[in-house]
């Protein structure tokens, strides 16, 4: 019994010791998605410490000591149990806003592509600017479709000759006097006024080639210059009438 009464003080020491560090509070990380759970979590840990705070221990055996202390570590680990839980929570919230702004931006990008291609947004990019001359007034529709689909095959994504966007569905056609070309309804004279937004040394290479679009233009009377450039702005548009019979559905 005597020996039992001089550790009694050392082991009571411990025991202090144990519960000072058990009540030692535990820095975590924090999400804004979890805010409010871990408000709640920590408003009830909070709650528990200023209790446990509040309790005399002076007057516990080392038995209820030890008890208090299980208690606690339960209780520690209950809370860390629930903090690993939050943070799977936070991490997969994250991926899913992760994954829904990868989302997001690829439609943007989707968007504005098929925008591009259908001359419905302005384009800008490196390119060419071709100046098609015909002082007699010769050149036919015809010279003007083979320009395009020259540029076309050679990869220009974006192109225009005066005020026009040119697309998929343009036509051209001569003038009923002659003389002049109509695109899509516009009546363009000479000289003819082209951008093409593309590789500028492709394009300017599948201009060049023999028997190409501009030979035929040589052909006819007319004459050309290109010039390559790093900053080619297309800001004709296309203007799309509403559709007809079709409804767009969610």
């Known amino acids: 019994m005597t020996s039992d009464r001089r550790s009694a003080p050392a082991s009571g020491s411990a025991a202090w010791r144990r519960l000072a560090r058990a009540l030692r509070p535990r820095v975590t990380k924090a999400h804004l998605t979890a805010g409010l759970l871990c408000l709640v979590l920590g ?15 002076s007057k516990l055996r080392q038995d209820e000591l030890v008890e208090v202390l299980d208690q606690l570590d339960a209780r520690a680990s209950r809370l860390e149990a629930e903090n690993l839980a939050l943070e799977r929570e936070r991490d997969r919230l994250e991926s899913d806003q992760t994954s829904q702004q990868a989302a997001a931006e690829a439609a943007r990008q989707r968007v504005e592509v098929q925008g591009i291609l259908a001359g419905t947004i302005a384009a800008r990019g490196p390119g060419i600017s071709l100046t098609v001359r015909d002082p007699d007034r010769k050149l036919t529709a015809a010279a003007a479709y083979l320009l395009v689909d020259e540029l076309r095959n050679a990869g220009a994504e974006a192109i ?20 002049c070309v109509i695109v899509d309804g516009v ?24 028997g190409g679009a501009l030979a ?27 559709p007809s019979y079709a409804t767009a559905i969610e």
Do not use: M
Request: with cysteine; proline share 7%; aromatic share 6%.
């Open 187 to 210: 009546e363009l004279a000479p000289p003819y006024d082209w951008l093409a937004i593309g590789d500028p040394s492709t394009l300017e290479t599948a201009l060049g080639i023999p």
């Open 43 to 57: 408003f009830g840990a909070a709650t528990q410490v200023k209790q446990v705070g509040k309790a005399d221990f």
């Open 160 to 179: 225009s000759v005066g005020p026009v966007r040119v697309v998929a569905a343009t036509y051209f056609k001569d003038c009923a006097a002659g003389g």
């Open 216 to 242: 035929a233009v040589r052909t006819q009377g007319g004459s050309s210059t290109i010039v390559a450039e790093d900053d080619v702005a297309i800001t004709a548009i296309r203007i799309l009438a509403p």
